[in-house]
């Protein structure tokens, strides 16, 4: 079982400037490895670091101490030491991202946001919009809505375009921030196919999922982002290794 | 065999290099201790409020500005390095119109307004030999169209095109020798907001599809956001921070970044 990410002492603080010099301490020395073919899941309570855990692992967010290595290219990377164009290569071929939340740039069509991460990696035009398509109609968005920009698209259908984007690309390490949050049991279901389809494929997946029903059906293991809030984990830990 | 293994390697390789820049007027007024790196293909933003030394930082870079201090050292299409500010001064001029790109903040000050349209468009293709009429015609029609210029224009002298107009033939006009650099100063100042948004898409599309590398200089940080991959923040003439333009923009580590990211209405 191929070991994809080893965080190690991980520590995250904000710090404030402008309020003061409050500092926000996050978590503080954590050890996390995500293994290959298995979907690790970040649990925890609401503000507890989940989603600074996730974007840190993205290098959207600089740890304050600590280390992230990550497997790019056959090698161990460490984040933290990786220059900006290292980084951009990481993201381009090794590790996808689904936001919490869709943020795109205004006035592009959905199938160009879908079909971008294929067109960064020089895939022609024809075999992009083809991949992009399938995906879309799977997500069951309308074609109708293929040409529009999706700023103006329900909740729920900007999710499924943001979730098109993240898994079009064959990235050896997924990060999913809530990816079914805003939606109803039968796209939940696409999206647990498309996570079980990605985990045959060996992709090394890390999510947050609110969702109960979801995370029974994917997690392998569960990671507790900031053990000292205690919930109702035992339960969920022995159901998960049942 | 070892054409490929140049070509990878140059894609790794910087574009443009520099070393403890300075540049100043007079004590915190200008840029000091400038250090960073460009490579192909790359959008770099430098932000920063008035007076954070920006734009002397951007001349100082397109060899319009000499520094005090430091070095420019600028790899050419034939894969040379150059050390820019011991070029004599014909060989930069040269740079700036074949390689290189500026597009100013104010179109006039990157337009000749004496002049029709496609003749701004033109005068590159000119200074670099071409001298065949229809070819030169042809040529600007084309970059009218790729611009979205309206080409019944081509004729007319830019005193008579709006500003988005006057902007979009200054890219153009910049574009014609395909050149791997462009400098931009607050392309988008002054623009009405619908007339903004369509600049951006276009120089956002025009960057893509011909693999330009640009540095922009814009105290907008959406702007920034939309367009470059990694950020410079200045104040007072200094880099206070760098890095990829999302982590800089949500993880802001200086009080002067998070000042600026907690001061817009969209971030």
Same mark, same amino acid.
């Given at each position: 079982?191929?070991?994809?990410?080893?965080?190690?002492?991980?520590?995250?603080?904000?710090?404030?400037?402008?309020?003061?010099?409050?500092?926000?301490?996050?978590?503080?020395?954590?050890?996390?490895?995500?293994?290959?073919?298995?979907?690790?899941?970040?649990?925890? =309570?609401?503000?507890?670091?989940?989603?600074?855990?996730?974007?840190?692992?993205?290098?959207?967010?600089?740890?304050?101490?600590?280390?992230?290595?990550?497997?790019?290219? @056959?090698?161990?990377?460490?984040?933290?030491?990786? @220059?900006?164009?290292?980084?951009?290569?990481?993201?381009?071929?090794?590790?996808?991202?689904?936001?919490?939340?869709?943020?795109?740039?205004?006035?592009?069509?959905?199938?160009?946001?879908?079909?971008?991460?294929?067109?960064?990696?020089? &895939?022609?035009?024809?075999?992009?919009?083809?991949?992009?398509?399938?995906?879309?109609?799977?997500?069951?968005?309308? =074609?109708?809505?293929?040409?529009?920009?999706?700023?103006?698209?329900?909740?729920? =259908?900007?999710?499924?375009?943001?979730?098109?984007?993240?898994?079009?690309?064959?990235?050896?390490?997924?990060?999913?921030?809530?990816?079914?949050?805003?939606?109803?049991?039968?796209?939940?279901?696409?999206?647990?196919?498309?996570?079980?389809?990605?985990?045959?494929?060996?992709?090394?997946?890390?999510? &947050?999922?609110?969702?109960?029903?979801?995370?029974?059906?994917?997690?392998?293991?569960?990671?507790?982002?900031?053990?000292?809030?205690?919930?109702?984990?035992?339960?969920?830990?022995?159901?998960?290794?049942? | 065999?070892?054409?490929?293994?140049?070509?990878?390697?140059?894609?790794?390789?910087?574009?443009?290099?520099?070393?403890?820049?300075?540049?100043?007027?007079?004590?915190?007024?200008?840029?000091?201790?400038?250090?960073?790196?460009?490579?192909?293909?790359?959008?770099?933003?430098?932000?920063?409020?008035?007076?954070?030394?920006?734009?002397?930082?951007?001349?100082?870079?397109?060899? /319009?500005?000499?520094?005090?201090?430091?070095?420019?050292?600028?790899?050419?299409?034939?894969?040379?390095?150059?050390?820019?500010?011991?070029?004599?001064?014909?060989?930069?001029?040269?740079?700036?119109?074949?390689?290189?790109?500026?597009?100013?903040?104010?179109?006039?000050?990157?337009? /000749?307004?004496?002049?029709?349209?496609?003749?701004?468009?033109?005068?590159?293709?000119?200074?670099?030999?071409?001298?065949?009429?229809?070819?030169?015609?042809?040529?600007?029609?084309?970059?009218?169209?790729?611009?979205?210029?309206?080409?019944?224009?081509?004729?007319?002298?830019?005193?008579?095109?709006?500003?988005?107009?006057?902007? /979009?033939?200054?890219?153009?006009?910049?574009?014609?020798?395909?050149?791997?650099?462009?400098?931009?100063?607050?392309?988008?100042?002054?623009?009405?907001?619908?007339?903004?948004?369509?600049?951006?898409?276009?120089?956002?599309?025009?960057?893509?599809?011909?693999?330009?590398?640009?540095?922009?200089?814009?105290?907008?940080?959406?702007?920034?956001?939309?367009?470059?991959?990694?950020?410079?923040?200045? /104040?007072?003439?200094?880099?206070?921070?760098?890095?990829?333009?999302?982590?800089?923009?949500?993880?802001?580590?200086?009080?002067?970044?998070?000042?600026?990211?907690?001061?817009?209405?969209?971030?």
């Amino acid at each position: 079982m191929q070991a994809m990410i080893k965080v190690r002492g991980l520590t995250k603080r904000f710090t404030l400037h402008n309020q003061g010099g409050v500092v926000i301490n996050v978590f503080d020395g954590i050890d996390f490895t995500a293994n290959a073919g298995q979907c690790s899941v970040l649990y925890g =309570e609401s503000g507890s670091g989940k989603s600074t855990l996730l974007r840190s692992l993205y290098a959207n967010y600089l740890p304050t101490s600590g280390d992230i290595f990550v497997r790019h290219r @056959n090698e161990w990377i460490e984040l933290t030491g990786s @220059n900006g164009q290292k980084l951009l290569e990481i993201r381009r071929e090794s590790i996808g991202y689904v936001s919490q939340f869709l943020r795109v740039i205004p006035r592009v069509s959905t199938l160009d946001v879908v079909k971008q991460p294929l067109k960064e990696r020089g &895939i022609c035009d024809a075999d992009a919009t083809e991949q992009a398509s399938l995906l879309l109609q799977r997500l069951h968005i309308s =074609e109708r809505l293929w040409a529009l920009p999706p700023g103006t698209f329900s909740g729920g =259908e900007q999710q499924r375009v943001n979730i098109a984007r993240g898994f079009i690309a064959d990235y050896p390490i997924l990060l999913l921030d809530e990816p079914t949050a805003s939606l109803d049991k039968g796209n939940s279901r696409v999206v647990v196919e498309l996570i079980r389809e990605a985990l045959a494929r060996d992709v090394a997946i890390v999510g &947050i999922f609110h969702d109960v029903d979801v995370r029974e059906a994917v997690a392998d293991t569960i990671f507790h982002v900031n053990p000292h809030i205690k919930s109702s984990i035992d339960n969920l830990q022995k159901r998960v290794q049942a | 065999m070892n054409e490929t293994l140049t070509q990878s390697s140059t894609q790794n390789e910087p574009l443009l290099d520099v070393k403890q820049l300075t540049k100043l007027y007079s004590a915190g007024k200008g840029c000091i201790d400038i250090n960073f790196d460009l490579y192909p293909g790359e959008v770099l933003g430098i932000v920063g409020e008035s007076g954070s030394g920006k734009s002397t930082l951007l001349n100082t870079l397109s060899a /319009r500005l000499p520094p005090d201090q430091g070095s420019i050292n600028y790899r050419q299409a034939n894969g040379d390095w150059i050390n820019l500010y011991q070029l004599p001064e014909a060989q930069q001029r040269h740079l700036q119109r074949t390689e290189w790109g500026i597009v100013h903040q104010h179109a006039r000050d990157g337009l /000749r307004m004496g002049v029709s349209g496609g003749a701004n468009i033109g005068e590159r293709l000119m200074a670099t030999g071409n001298r065949h009429y229809g070819d030169l015609r042809a040529t600007a029609l084309r970059w009218m169209k790729d611009v979205e210029l309206d080409v019944s224009r081509i004729d007319d002298k830019p005193t008579t095109y709006s500003g988005g107009m006057q902007q /979009r033939l200054q890219i153009a006009r910049n574009l014609v020798t395909h050149p791997r650099l462009i400098f931009m100063d607050e392309p988008t100042g002054g623009l009405d907001v619908s007339v903004q948004a369509r600049l951006l898409d276009l120089l956002r599309n025009l960057v893509t599809e011909m693999g330009l590398a640009v540095i922009i200089v814009t105290h907008d940080l959406a702007v920034a956001r939309l367009l470059a991959q990694r950020l410079i923040v200045m /104040r007072q003439g200094r880099i206070v921070e760098t890095g990829l333009t999302d982590q800089v923009l949500d993880d802001p580590q200086h009080p002067y970044t998070q000042l600026l990211v907690s001061s817009v209405l969209t971030p």
